[in-house]
C-alpha cells in the first residue's frame, strides 16, 4: 500500500506557474504508475497527466504543452510542473498510484482503482 500526500497548491495569475508535488510513502514511485488528476467545481474528477512504470507519459489535450509530469526516484516524489495557468486550470488537484495501467490509444489509464492522495488547492485568476 502506498500513502499520498500533495503539496504545492496556491493562487496565481493567468500565465504564471506553479509546482506540484506528491510525496509516496509505504512504497516506491517506480513501482507504480502514477498520475495527477483535477477535479474543477461542479464537474467531475479529470486525468491530466499519468506515468506509467515502464516511463511512457501522456497528458491531457489542455494541459499538453504546457503542464510537466516527472518523478524523482531517490525522493519518492511525483511532480507536476504548470506553466502558462489559465483560469481553467482552477481546481483540487490530485495525486494517484497504480500498480497496473495500460496505455490505450496514447493514454495511461489506470486498471483499478487507484490510491488517492488528499488534493491541493490551484486557483488562477485572470
Known amino acids: 500500500q502506498v500513502q499520498l500526500v500533495e503539496s504545492g497548491g496556491g493562487s496565481v495569475q493567468a500565465g504564471g506557474s506553479l509546482r506540484l508535488s506528491c510525496a509516496a510513502s509505504g512504497s516506491t514511485v517506480s513501482s507504480y504508475c502514477m498520475g495527477w488528476f483535477r477535479q474543477a467545481p461542479g464537474k467531475e474528477r479529470e486525468g491530466v497527466a499519468a506515468i506509467a512504470n515502464n516511463g511512457y507519459i501522456s497528458y491531457a489535450d489542455s494541459v499538453t504543452g504546457r503542464f510537466t509530469i516527472s518523478t524523482d526516484n531517490a525522493k519518492n516524489i511525483l511532480y507536476l510542473q504548470m506553466n502558462r495557468l489559465q483560469p481553467e486550470d482552477t481546481g483540487m488537484y490530485y495525486c494517484?498510484?497504480?500498480?497496473?495501467?495500460?496505455?490505450?490509444?496514447?493514454?495511461?489509464?489506470?486498471?483499478?482503482?487507484?490510491?488517492w492522495g488528499q488534493g491541493t488547492h490551484v486557483t488562477v485568476s485572470s
Open positions: 494517484a498510484a497504480e500498480r497496473a495501467c495500460l496505455i490505450v490509444g496514447g493514454v495511461v489509464q489506470f486498471m483499478a482503482t487507484p490510491y
